[in-house]
């Protein structure tokens, strides 16, 4: 999506040093006496990082009785922000939203602004999230002129992470509390869109803060209510310690154990840094993926009992119960490791109190495991091999536990939730451990993440966007895309009608239709020529149909450039972005099996191919992912392995400069045309890959290593349709409006489909087309935003 630019960079932006965790276990709370303000203006600012996710976590809070209060938060098990204005019983103001919150992976914003004396009703009471108004609320109740609130009452108690200071605590991480007595403001007081990214990042508030005005940061650990507004209205802790002071923060988020991707089922605590496994024989993974870089991070034996295993790296190619085909684990019980398998050495058994030191290098393929002590990588690694076949892959870090009861572990990314008695830290500067880490190997915060990834793409919508637009009848341009579209895909939502592509190599009015096996037809009428921005649509066109909705999906390779490429036997003409993994492919075919140069120089990951001249099937290759053997079929929904898709390819790999291709009709007739659209993966913007599915509303989790702007879905083990969601169209999660490739149907949504979150997307439906038990399903997605950018800046969580 494109975002307004405001701000500057990363590197010179503001930071964020620290922040507060809430157990809720802990009971753990913030409360403070107010002074009198004004109770009919106000504005209250937050950073916040969720932890427990299906549960009734409290934000701010104001009153110890339901009588009189203000209560901001997550509404249990649906997840919402609800927030509500009471006064003598009677609820004057309420705004529950039908966006749900379940993102554990990276940090929101808060703003929420009280105005009752604004003389139109729906100001009076304003919802922010991540810079952006929020609109949609299942109950919309706003306070009538000048209704008092019991904020700034100083007849009230305030509390952060309570109800009325007795229930309902908080599980997670604060940062940047600022609350503005007398002032109703906006959030780009508080934070700015990143002038290169788009992604809404803090600014230190300058303004004044009124009587009852606060702003906590944190920055003292003995004392972690100390108000730094210069009002000196300080908060009182409860069940807080020193240890609760963090580093996890909205310009520096650390790596957690993720509660969104815990098939074990385990019991996440203490910002989800802690758990207690049920032994379950699956798999709680962390929230970073890992492609290359150096590593570090510890694991506390707090309390053992079956048999734990830490897994280091588990690859892309894992599930919930099996490892995949590259990892590495020790086993707590026996200090065995493992690596694919194979048992290597032993780093002693652990016993309660230990800590292991953990050091992973990508770069070489090594892994170290060391048992209370400094960890030497000038010595043999005790587990090597990790391979990664010549392709980067979203390695991840995972708890799992084997057999027997449950074991309960403490991990330590860098930072800790269980005291440490040394504090060093990476060659960066940032982490606190108990032992030193190995030079050049960094802990897991997105400050290095930045660095070591290297994401060439910051804002993902200058690449792939998504454009809606409702037709009015006549000749019109449509633009305010951010490119040429080179590749667009176009679909009437509100009715029937069959979804269009062209491209800028095959030219305007040359359409295909992915709904259908028809050849490709000129038609002036439906597209008549591609803008800068966009592309035009003569009167009359069914792609501009009065009152008719439409979506426009578009992608970028290189403004309709063409060459000649003679690296196949067969030659081709090839528009080629590889900054983006996307080429467009034109060929004629020999009828006699070869190869087809496709000009990304790595292996594409999809590659979709349609015969032009002829009424045939769409083909599409997952070699990668699903083999070469066989193809799926972009206009029908028969399973991958049947006989209508041997011999696409001859059997034969694709590699960095050709795709190869047999003699079928749907890819090589003597004498007709083709277009292949071929795709790869790139680090923080796209990625292609499969998933097993469990039949769940709690689905599983794909990593992606990006907040998703576009997802395909679709089952391959079985019939099933083609899906796509995307997050202009589903601009909340969950997402729930579909349209599907292999048919002409209007957009439906009668499913609810995924989360989207900072780091990829979660299947929340039971139906078999996503989430059939034990189905195979493969995935094509692209990115809003890396999960942080090149210069650091961390994605919101969505």
Not at 170 to 194: C, K, R, V, W
Not at 306 to 324: E, I, M, R, S, Y
Not at 417 to 426: L, M
Not at 451 to 459: Q, R
Request: aromatic content about 12%; some cysteine; overall charge negative.
């Amino acid at each position: 999506m494109a975002f307004p630019i405001i701000g500057g960079s990363q590197s010179g932006g503001y930071l964020i040093d620290n922040s507060i965790r809430f157990n809720d276990g802990d009971s753990a709370r913030l409360s403070a006496t107010q002074l009198s303000g004004s109770t009919t203006t106000w504005t209250f600012s937050c950073w916040l990082k969720r932890s427990e996710i299906g549960q009734q976590n409290s934000i701010f809070t104001v009153g110890s009785s339901n009588t009189n209060d203000f209560l901001m938060y997550f509404s249990g098990t649906a997840d919402t922000i609800d927030i509500i204005v009471r006064n003598s019983s009677t609820i004057n103001g309420r705004l529950n939203t039908n966006a749900v919150f379940r993102d554990a992976s990276a940090w929101y914003h808060i703003v929420f602004t009280y105005d009752s004396t604004n003389a139109t009703s729906s100001e009076r009471m304003r919802l922010y999230i991540n810079g952006e108004r929020v609109t949609s609320f299942s109950t919309e109740t706003y306070p009538s002129l000048n209704q008092i609130s019991v904020v700034n009452n100083s007849s009230y108690t305030m509390h952060i992470s309570s109800i009325r200071g007795g229930a309902d605590y908080f599980d997670g991480y604060m940062a940047e509390i600022n609350h503005i007595d007398g002032q109703a403001l906006s959030p780009t007081d508080f934070g700015e869109f990143d002038s290169d990214s788009g992604i809404w990042k803090p600014i230190r508030y300058s303004g004044s803060y009124g009587t009852n005005g606060f702003y906590l940061d944190f920055e003292n650990s003995g004392s972690l209510g100390a108000d730094q507004s210069g009002n000196g209205n300080n908060w009182t802790p409860t069940n807080l310690a020193s240890t609760d002071q963090t580093t996890d923060t909205p310009t520096n988020n650390f790596c957690t154990l993720n509660p969104l991707s815990n098939a074990m089922g385990g019991t996440l605590s203490e910002g989800n840094l802690q758990i207690v496994s049920n032994g379950s024989d699956k798999h709680c993974f962390s929230t970073f993926g890992l492609t290359s870089g150096k590593w570090y991070f510890e694991v506390k034996d707090i309390s053992q009992g079956g048999q734990f295993k830490v897994f280091a790296l588990t690859d892309a190619d894992h599930n919930d119960t099996t490892p995949g085909t590259n990892h590495c684990h020790i086993i707590f019980s026996t200090g065995a490791t493992s690596t694919s398998g194979t048992v290597n050495s032993n780093a002693g058994a652990m016993t309660t109190g230990d800590i292991l030191a953990v050091a992973i290098n990508l770069d070489d393929g090594e892994v170290y495991f060391t048992k209370n002590g400094n960890i030497d990588t000038g010595l043999t690694a005790q587990a090597t091999g990790i391979s990664i076949s010549g392709r980067k892959r979203d390695f991840r870090i995972s708890a799992f536990e084997s057999s027997g009861t449950s074991t309960t572990a403490g991990f330590n990314f860098g930072n800790p939730s269980f005291s440490i008695s040394s504090g060093n830290t990476d060659d960066n500067g940032y982490g606190n451990f108990e032992y030193a880490p190995p030079s050049g190997y960094l802990a897991l915060c997105t400050q290095n993440l930045a660095t070591e990834l290297s994401p060439t793409i910051d804002d993902g919508s200058q690449y792939f966007d998504t454009l809606l637009y409702t037709g009015d009848g006549t000749t019109r341009d449509i633009t305010g895309m951010n490119f040429k579209p080179d590749l667009l895909w176009v679909k009437r939502r509100s009715s029937t009608l069959h979804h269009r592509l062209w491209d800028t190599t095959r030219g305007a009015g040359y359409q295909l239709y992915s709904s259908l096996t028809n050849a490709e037809a000129y038609d002036i009428t439906a597209m008549s020529s591609f803008l800068s921005d966009g592309f035009s649509i003569p009167s009359g066109s069914l792609n501009n149909t009065t009152s008719e909705t439409y979506v426009a999906w578009h992608w970028k390779a290189s403004g309709g450039s063409t060459s000649s490429n003679t690296s196949g036997s067969i030659t081709s003409t090839v528009q080629a972005n590889p900054t983006a993994g996307f080429s467009i492919v034109t060929y004629t075919g020999t009828g006699s099996a070869g190869t087809v140069g496709h000009g990304l120089g790595v292996v594409p990951d999809m590659v979709i191919v349609k015969n032009r001249s002829s009424s045939v099937d769409w083909g599409v290759q997952m070699a990668n992912t699903l083999g070469f053997t066989n193809a799926l079929r972009l206009n029908l929904t028969d399973a991958y392995g049947g006989a209508n898709g041997f011999g696409w390819w001859n059997d034969t790999a694709p590699t960095s400069t050709t795709v190869s291709i047999g003699t079928r009709s749907e890819v090589n007739t003597n004498g007709n045309n083709y277009v292949m659209y071929c795709f790869n993966n790139v680090e923080g913007y796209s990625k292609f890959g499969k998933y097993t599915g469990n039949g769940s509303t709690d689905g599983p989790f794909v990593y992606t290593g990006f907040r998703p702007a576009w997802v395909m879905v679709r089952r391959t083990d079985t019939t099933a349709d083609w899906h796509i969601d995307d997050a202009t169209r589903n601009t909340f999660n969950p997402t729930d409006a579909r349209l599907d490739p292999n048919s002409a149907g209007a957009e439906s949504s009668s499913i609810i489909m995924h989360d989207f979150t900072s780091n990829g997307f979660k299947t929340r439906t039971t139906s078999a087309d996503w989430n059939g038990s034990g189905g195979t399903f493969i995935y094509m997605a692209f990115a809003e935003n890396p999960f942080v950018t090149s210069g650091a800046v961390p994605v919101t969580a969505r």
